[in-house]
C-alpha cells in the first residue's frame, strides 16, 4: 500500500518525519511528491491508495485517474480543496484534522483583534519612522464596551469566545446549525445574521468556505454593519469580497481589519493595495502554526490513513454519513 502527498511544499517548513515513522511502522510506503498541476497530479499519484493534500485541488478527473484509492487526506480543519461529492460518488472517504489547531487559530483571532483595537502594528510604523504619537490614529475603545460578533460558531470560535471571556466583551454569534443552548453554554447569545451586522463591534469569520458563503462579507453585507465597524478572517479568504472590503476601509465604514486569510492567496508583490490605507493588517494563512499543532496533525493523519487502509472507519471521515457508515 502506497500513501501520497501530493503538494508537500505548498506549506513551508513541514515536517514529515512523524507520518515517516508511522507508515513505516505499519507496512505503507510513503511518498512525498511536489504536483503543481492536475496533469501532474494524475502522473505521479495514480497509483496512491491513500492521498494526502494541503492546497492543491483534488477534481473529479484526478479522483478518475485513481487506480484504488480508498482515502483523500487534508492537512488542516478545512477540507474545501477537496470534491467531496464526487469522492463520495466514487466511494473514497474523505478525512481532516478536525481538532488540531483548535487553540492556535482562537488564539490568533484574539491576536488580531488586540492588535486592530490596540493599533499595535500601526503605533510600530510610526515608531519606527521617529514619529511618538499617542493619540495618532483612532481613539480606541475599552474592550468590555465593545460586542464581539462570531459569525459561524463551531469549535474554533467557541474556544475562542472561552478566550474572550475574560476581556468582558458582550459576545453574540450567527449559526443557523446550532442551538442556542450551545451558543449560550459558550456565554455568547445567538443572533440572526442581520442583528450581528447591526450590533457587532467586531466581527469574526468562523465558518467554512462553500456556496452560500463565498463571499458573504461583500459591499451589501458591510452597508448593514455598524459605521468603525472591525473585521476579521482566520476561516477562508473569499468569505470576504476583498475589493468590497478595501473599499470599504477607505472610505472609514470599516475602521480596521485583519486577515490571516486572504481572497486569491499567497500575496507575493510588495506594496500591495491591500496595504494602501493603513487599517489593514495581514498574516500570510499562520494561525494554525504551532509546534505541537503540527505534531498533533501528522500524527492524526498518519493514523487516519492506516485506520482506513487496514479497514476501519475513524471518526474523521467527514463524508461518513454520504457513504452509509453511521
Known amino acids: 500500500m502506497k500513501a501520497i502527498v501530493v503538494d508537500k511544499n505548498s506549506a513551508d517548513g513541514l515536517d514529515y518525519s512523524i507520518q515517516k515513522k508511522i507508515f513505516e511502522e505499519n507496512g505503507i510506503e510513503f511518498v512525498l511528491e511536489d504536483c503543481q498541476t492536475e496533469d501532474e497530479i494524475i502522473e505521479k499519484c495514480k497509483d496512491a491508495d491513500a492521498l494526502l493534500v494541503i492546497y492543491r485541488q483534488i477534481t473529479p478527473r484526478i479522483m478518475d485517474a485513481l487506480e484504488h484509492c480508498k482515502v ?37 483571532t484574539l491576536a488580531m483583534i488586540l492588535a486592530m483595537e490596540r493599533q499595535l502594528v500601526f503605533y510600530n510604523d510610526l515608531v519606527k519612522r521617529g514619529q511618538w504619537l499617542a493619540n ?8 468590555s464596551s465593545q460586542t464581539l460578533g462570531f459569525v459561524g460558531f463551531g469549535h474554533i470560535a467557541r474556544r475562542a469566545a472561552e478566550f474572550a471571556k475574560g476581556f468582558g466583551f458582550r459576545m453574540i454569534a450567527y449559526d443557523p446549525f446550532l442551538p442556542e443552548e450551545v451558543v449560550k453554554a459558550s456565554g455568547a447569545e445567538k443572533v440572526e445574521r442581520d442583528q450581528l451586522f447591526a450590533e457587532a463591534d467586531i466581527v469574526s469569520l468562523h ?68 496595504f494602501e490605507t493603513g487599517r489593514i493588517i495581514c498574516s500570510p494563512h499562520a494561525a494554525y502554526n504551532s509546534v505541537e499543532a503540527e505534531q498533533q496533525m501528522m500524527e492524526v493523519l498518519a493514523q487516519t ?21 453511521v
Open 72 to 108: 483523500i487526506l487534508r492537512y488542516g480543519i478545512g477540507y474545501d480543496v477537496i470534491d467531496v461529492k464526487a469522492a463520495t460518488e466514487r466511494g473514497i472517504k474523505v478525512c481532516n484534522s478536525p481538532v488540531h489547531c483548535l487553540d492556535e487559530v482562537a488564539t490568533h
Open 136 to 143: 495618532a490614529g483612532f481613539k480606541p475603545h475599552r474592550l
Open 207 to 274: 465558518t467554512p468556505l462553500m456556496d452560500s458563503t463565498f463571499h458573504l462579507i461583500d459591499k451589501e453585507a458591510i452597508t448593514k454593519m455598524k459605521d468603525g465597524v472591525m473585521i476579521v478572517n482566520t476561516s477562508r479568504g473569499p468569505i470576504i469580497a476583498i475589493d468590497d472590503l478595501m473599499e470599504a476601509v477607505k472610505e472609514g465604514k470599516v475602521k480596521s481589519a485583519a486577515l490571516d486569510v486572504v481572497e486569491g492567496e499567497p500575496i507575493t508583490v510588495a506594496n500591495h493595495p491591500l
Open 305 to 325: 490513513a492506516t485506520d482506513v487502509l487496514n479497514g476501519k472507519n475513524p471518526a474523521n471521515i467527514v463524508n461518513k454519513k454520504e457513504l452509509g457508515l
